[in-house]
């Protein structure tokens, strides 16, 4: 394994306390948010395939998965900087010994801060699989939520740096709000047994517990890293054909909103794979039209929504803490979660059948914009993606489609 860079409480002087912006790209940047390419490839692709393999907490499957993360952000996102937090709990099937559970911090703060000046956005996914059945994958659990979180980092690495470089440079850095991006890895998620408080969370329990108790420095705007989260937004059962996500808590139905209006407008944009509305299933039916020499006009479907409840008022909202999941520890201490996991959940769910087989790769990678998006907009990120540079791949394409569909865009926007 790697080193642990260790984080360094420094001291620092207290700022005034922030209030979050939150700004709407345009879409120009939507259209230039870079694709996976196939780095989703369930075989060969660099991102999804290593971790669809057995990983359960405490086994070499688990250790390999790790360090499959932390090369990534070793070789492509140096900037981030990684931390473990580890523990380790006996299991009801582990007759009496320790099992170790080791999550995964990945953060980048702008720079020059101070722990406890940053607030974060705080992006999570569980990586350990079940332990039964034998040599369950649990792609949709949570194999391909780590993916998209690693290909979110990915994607929005560069415009922080140009952000923030631009920051410095204007002086500007000492009076806008400071924040990061984090992403949690979490190891234990699945009970060994059944479900109880005991045998479940195994990670996310340990990491909030710790959290809690490590104190930023005196007078720090985020007393503990646990109140820098400003919100955790915590991806699982995602990568299924078809899902549909409500809105589950009152508090953050805000942020609820704000993904799915981004939702909306990359469907507008052709920009969502799985829509039966994407140019290239236009495309399909128009061939396949003409080939039958049927003359008339291809129709467009309804649109489908993964977040459907972007209407749900306040009184629609019941106390419940929704689903049993990671963020339960975290919500208990007052965290704010969105929690992003379907309703009905996938029909694979704990069955063999939720492998890599079973993904709907374009839903993966429609989340895995939409995250990204959102990261965006919650970063402040407009301005800062190379647009250009997505319009000069967009040539390269060969679908026609992607090239008209980006060359009306940069038209109008001119
Ligand atoms: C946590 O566990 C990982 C994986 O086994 C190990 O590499 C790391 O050194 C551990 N860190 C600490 C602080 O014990
Ligand atoms: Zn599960």
């Keep these: 394994m790697p080193s642990l860079s260790s984080l360094v409480l420094l001291c620092t002087s207290a700022l005034l306390p922030f209030t979050y912006g939150y700004s709407t790209i345009s879409d120009n940047t939507l259209n230039s948010l ?36 932390v090369d990534f952000f070793h070789n492509t996102l ?37 722990p406890g000046e940053v607030g974060h956005l705080t992006l999570v996914a569980h990586y350990d699989s079940k ?4 040599d369950f994958i649990g792609a949709t659990d949570s194999a391909a939520p780590c993916a998209m979180l690693m290909h979110v980092a990915r994607s929005i690495d560069a415009a922080l740096t140009k952000k923030w470089e631009a920051m410095t440079t204007d002086g500007l850095g000492e009076l806008e709000e400071q924040k990061g991006v984090q992403i949690l890895l979490l190891d234990g ?3 060994f047994l059944s479900w109880t408080d005991t045998d479940s969370l195994y990670g996310a329990r340990a990491l909030a ?3 809690e108790h490590a104190v930023n420095p005196a007078m720090s705007t985020y ?34 909103k704000y993904m799915s209006a981004l939702e909306a407008r990359l469907r507008a944009l052709g920009r ?19 080939a039958k020499g049927d003359k008339k006009a291809i129709k467009t479907r309804k649109e489908p929504a993964f977040l459907l409840d972007f209407n749900k008022q306040d009184s629609q909202f019941s106390p419940w803490t929704g689903i049993q999941d990671d963020h339960l520890p975290f919500m208990a201490r007052g965290v704010e979660v969105l929690h992003i996991i379907p309703s009905p959940f996938p029909t694979v769910w704990h069955e063999m ?7 709907d790769l374009d839903t993966v990678e429609d989340w895995a914009t939409l995250v990204t998006a959102f990261a965006a907009e919650w970063m402040e990120l407009e301005g800062f993606f190379d647009v250009e540079k997505a319009e000069r791949e967009a040539g390269g394409e060969s679908e026609d489609y992607e090239k008209g569909r980006r060359r009306t865009t940069s038209k109008t926007e001119l």
């Design 34 to 69: 870079p694709g996976p390419g196939s780095d989703f490839d369930i075989h060969t692709g660099a991102l999804l395939s290593p971790i669809l393999v057995p990983r359960v907490s405490g086994t070499s499957g688990s250790l390999a998965v790790l360090q499959h993360f």
């Design 78 to 114: 140096p900037e981030w900087t990684l931390e473990f937090q580890n523990s380790s709990s006996t299991t009801p099937t582990s007759g009496g010994k320790k099992i170790p559970f080791v999550n995964l911090i990945a953060t980048r703060d702008p720079p020059g801060t101070q």
């Design 131 to 134: 332990y039964t059945p034998k």
């Design 189 to 191: 998620e699945e009970s």
């Design 209 to 211: 517990e710790s959290w």
């Design 223 to 256: 007393r503990t890293p646990l109140s820098s989260i400003s919100l955790f937004l915590l991806l699982d059962l995602l990568g299924a054909a078809r899902p549909t996500v409500p809105s589950y808590f009152k508090t953050t139905h805000w942020s609820y």
């Design 272 to 290: 969502f794979k799985s829509s039966p509305n994407h140019p290239s299933k236009l495309a399909r039916r128009a061939a396949k039209a003409k």
């Design 353 to 359: 059948e939720d492998d890599g087989e079973h993904l």
